[in-house]
């Protein structure tokens, strides 16, 4: 019968290689970002992995962006509207 292994105080924090998926422009451009930043595709991944983890995961892309304007437009600030009534 196996047993569970005791917690070790210090684990060593050994640099590891993983797959991600990316399109075929977007690994085209890193591995040129890469190449004028003097270092590798692996490299510069995991620098940018590693930053955006320490920087608590924040969100990118088109969720960030503000809603849409609305067709309509917006109502009236002015006195004369609200006196007058609407439609009237």
């Not at 940018?48 to 969720?63: D, K, M, N, S």
């Amino acid at each position: 019968m196996s047993h569970i292994p005791p917690r070790k105080d210090q684990v060593e924090d050994k640099e590891r290689r993983f797959y991600v998926c990316a399109p075929s422009s977007i690994y085209l451009q890193l591995q040129q970002e890469a190449i004028q930043r003097g270092t590798d595709l692996w490299t510069l991944g995991g620098s940018v992995l590693t930053a955006w983890l320490e920087a608590g995961c924040p969100t990118f892309g088109t969720q960030d962006q503000p809603p849409e304007k609305s067709s309509s437009p917006p109502p009236s600030s002015s006195p004369l509207a609200h006196e007058q009534g609407a439609g009237q």
